[in-house]
């Protein structure tokens, strides 16, 4: 772990940390909708998708540890940037310059960030350690998302993982080195279409859930 210690110690390395947890963050985020996108298969189907899922046994434990620890490590990070930036400027300026190029994914980053954990946290606690035994996971979900104030927090959250990755991912590709200016608008582009994929294909499953199916 001393490696891992020494690279958050430089500002360098806990970008780069942060770079690449988020964009293995963004690799699973695309995986878990194309497993979720069997719910409108209806119940047979979304059942059938957990099952097989669950019948990967320790793959499943081991990916899960691997996304706790890729959790921490991005939540660490992020949160020592922020609080060397503020830090090392303690006067927030009366004028935003946006100079750089600032959009509001970028200036909402860490605060997107954290509402984004609290709804993992709620997401893991009423649909993962949940009493299985005498249910299916399709009907946890179909009795959550019949109450239309999950529906709306659930699509809220997702209007925030939309922004968090419309720029969080092709600023994961800039720090890794992906910058040229040939490229850079074709990678923000494809961001925003990922980021819009995010926020529209987790977005209408509870709406489909809720009161379509």
């Known amino acids: 772990m001393d490696w891992l210690v020494d690279t958050i110690g430089t500002s360098i390395g806990k970008k780069l940390l942060m770079a690449l947890t988020g964009l293995g963050f963004c690799l699973f985020l695309a995986v878990h909708l194309a497993g979720n996108l069997t719910l409108y298969g209806g119940a047979d189907m979304f059942n059938s998708y957990a099952e097989h899922l669950h019948s990967l046994g320790p793959l499943v434990t081991v990916a899960e540890l691997g996304l706790l620890a890729m959790a921490a490590v991005h939540v660490l990070a992020g949160l020592l940037l922020f609080y060397e930036n503020r830090k090392a400027r303690p006067v927030r300026?009366?004028?935003?310059?946006?100079?750089?190029?600032?959009?509001?994914?970028?200036?909402?980053?860490?605060?997107?960030?954290?509402?984004?954990?609290?709804?993992?946290?709620?997401?893991?606690?009423?649909?993962?350690?949940?009493?299985?035994?005498?249910?299916?996971?399709?009907?946890?979900?179909?009795?959550?998302?019949?109450?239309?104030?999950?529906?709306?927090?659930?699509?809220?959250?997702?209007?925030?993982?939309?922004?968090?990755?419309?720029?969080?991912?092709?600023?994961?590709?800039?720090?890794?080195?992906?910058?040229?200016?040939?490229?850079?608008?074709?990678?923000?582009?494809?961001?925003?279409?990922?980021?819009?994929?995010?926020?529209?294909?987790?977005?209408?499953?509870?709406?489909?859930?809720?009161f379509v199916a």
């Open 93 to 210: 300026y009366k004028v935003r310059a946006n100079a750089g190029g600032e959009t509001l994914g970028s200036a909402t980053m860490p605060y997107t960030g954290v509402l984004l954990l609290v709804f993992v946290i709620a997401h893991l606690m009423n649909f993962h350690f949940v009493d299985k035994t005498h249910t299916t996971i399709y009907a946890i979900v179909a009795a959550k998302f019949a109450q239309p104030m999950w529906v709306v927090l659930y699509i809220g959250a997702m209007l925030v993982a939309a922004l968090h990755v419309s720029h969080g991912f092709w600023s994961a590709l800039q720090t890794l080195g992906a910058n040229h200016p040939k490229y850079f608008p074709l990678i923000r582009a494809v961001a925003l279409i990922f980021a819009l994929l995010v926020g529209a294909g987790f977005g209408f499953l509870p709406i489909y859930v809720g």
